[in-house]
């Protein structure tokens, strides 16, 4: 009786080892994949099983079962994360346990660029490959809603950066995020501001730096720019910026700014009304919003392109004709 008790542990420490080296070959032998990488989403509340499966039909070579059955004995099936995962040439099945446990998620970047418009941040959201394009056919104002943003008119609200995201991720979240980034970068700007600016509010301080934005070739001319902008407010003189007037124009300018143009009314036009537009006119970066809110002191109240980038700035209107016969060949001044 002894023996055979004794010759049934032995058999069962022998299944046991089997099973054991059976289940460590599975977990560290390299699986089978149906492309070079493979990507998949788990989503939030699936469990280890429901996970598992999603992974076999993504063309992972595992076995749902033995996958699941190999998370629950490492104490990590209970712990897996939600997201985009992407998986490469010789991942074992331990490896892609170990993934989703800590969450190691595959991410894409977006880049939204200092000075596109909203049309053009619209357009790279949806067309990226790696995001949900949850905002095709929404209106502005259903975006701005659904991101929780109170302002009427999205142009400019949206902090021009390299976003990371999950992958699969959708539109919307990442400009909810670049409208978070940007009013916390606008507030920390007018909190520093220079108290003698004609701005009533930070709103206008992001007009005035997005038309910073689109009138300066070169960093280090955004200050004096945004002094002439500024000058001119305080003394009643319009802006008579070009950029403002492109704006307004939208998809029927044709690249070529005519007098016509200039001589139309529309809210955006700076040549026919007085003070700053009603919106902003692109997207400034964190340069032209320190520009427009701390300009440092200048008498300019003019300036023209030199056909390099940089300006030529003038303080009454002769020194600024005088620049605009020596500079203006190739494009306009303000």
Same mark, same amino acid.
């Given at each position: 009786?002894?023996?055979?008790?004794?010759?049934?542990?032995?058999?069962?420490?022998? *299944?046991?080892?089997?099973?054991?080296?059976?289940? #460590?070959?599975?977990?560290?032998?390299?699986?089978?994949?149906?492309?070079?990488?493979?990507?998949?989403?788990?989503?939030?509340?699936?469990?280890?099983?429901?996970?598992?499966?999603?992974?076999?039909?993504?063309?992972?070579?595992?076995?749902?079962?033995?996958?699941? $059955?190999?998370?629950?004995?490492?104490?990590?099936?209970?712990?897996?994360?939600?997201?985009?995962?992407?998986?490469?040439?010789?991942?074992?099945? #331990?490896?892609?346990?170990?993934?989703?446990?800590?969450?190691?998620?595959?991410?894409? @970047?977006?880049?939204?660029?200092?000075? #596109?418009?909203?049309?053009?941040?619209?357009?790279?959201? @949806?067309?990226?490959?790696?995001? @949900?394009?949850?905002?095709?056919?929404?209106?502005?104002?259903?975006?701005?809603?659904?991101?929780?943003?109170?302002?009427?008119?999205?142009?400019?609200?949206?902090?021009?950066?390299?976003?990371?995201?999950?992958?699969?991720?959708?539109?919307?979240?990442?400009?909810?995020?670049?409208?978070?980034?940007?009013?916390?970068?606008?507030?920390?700007?007018?909190?520093?501001?220079?108290?003698?600016?004609?701005?009533? =509010?930070?709103?206008?301080?992001?007009?005035?730096?997005?038309?910073?934005?689109?009138? %300066?070739?070169?960093?280090?001319?955004?200050?004096? *720019?945004?002094?002439?902008?500024?000058?001119?407010?305080? *003394?009643?003189?319009?802006?008579?910026?070009?950029?403002?007037?492109?704006?307004?124009?939208?998809?029927?300018?044709?690249?070529?700014?005519?007098?016509?143009?200039?001589?139309?009314?529309?809210? $955006?036009?700076?040549? %026919?009304?007085?003070?700053?537009?009603?919106?902003?006119?692109?997207?400034?970066?964190?340069?032209?919003?320190?520009?427009?809110?701390?300009?440092?002191? =200048?008498?300019?109240?003019?300036?023209?392109?030199?056909?390099?980038?940089? =300006? @030529?700035?003038?303080?009454?209107?002769?020194?600024?004709?005088?620049?605009?016969?020596?500079?203006?060949?190739?494009?306009?001044?303000?």
């Amino acid at each position: 009786m002894k023996r055979l008790v004794l010759s049934l542990v032995v058999l069962l420490v022998v *299944v046991a080892a089997c099973v054991a080296g059976a289940g #460590w070959w599975y977990a560290h032998r390299a699986v089978a994949l149906q492309a070079p990488v493979v990507d998949f989403t788990v989503q939030r509340g699936l469990s280890m099983r429901q996970a598992a499966a999603v992974i076999e039909r993504a063309g992972v070579g595992v076995d749902a079962r033995l996958l699941t $059955w190999l998370a629950r004995l490492s104490g990590r099936a209970n712990t897996i994360k939600a997201g985009s995962y992407e998986v490469h040439g010789g991942i074992t099945p #331990w490896q892609l346990i170990l993934k989703l446990s800590d969450g190691d998620v595959s991410q894409a @970047e977006l880049v939204l660029v200092e000075g #596109w418009n909203f049309r053009q941040v619209r357009q790279a959201l @949806e067309a990226h490959p790696h995001l @949900e394009p949850d905002t095709a056919g929404l209106s502005e104002a259903d975006i701005l809603a659904r991101i929780g943003a109170t302002e009427p008119h999205p142009e400019g609200l949206f902090f021009p950066d390299t976003y990371l995201f999950d992958k699969r991720s959708g539109a919307l979240a990442l400009l909810k995020r670049a409208y978070g980034a940007m009013q916390v970068r606008l507030q920390q700007a007018w909190a520093e501001r220079d108290p003698t600016l004609p701005l009533a =509010s930070p709103y206008e301080a992001l007009i005035l730096a997005s038309i910073v934005e689109k009138e %300066t070739g070169r960093p280090e001319d955004r200050g004096l *720019v945004a002094s002439v902008f500024a000058n001119r407010l305080r *003394v009643g003189m319009r802006l008579q910026t070009d950029p403002s007037v492109i704006y307004g124009l939208g998809t029927d300018f044709d690249g070529r700014l005519r007098r016509l143009h200039l001589d139309t009314d529309h809210p $955006w036009n700076t040549y %026919t009304r007085d003070g700053l537009p009603p919106t902003p006119i692109a997207m400034p970066g964190p340069d032209a919003l320190r520009a427009a809110v701390r300009p440092p002191p =200048s008498e300019f109240l003019y300036f023209v392109a030199r056909g390099d980038g940089s =300006s @030529e700035f003038s303080r009454n209107l002769d020194e600024h004709n005088r620049a605009v016969n020596r500079f203006i060949r190739n494009g306009r001044g303000s």
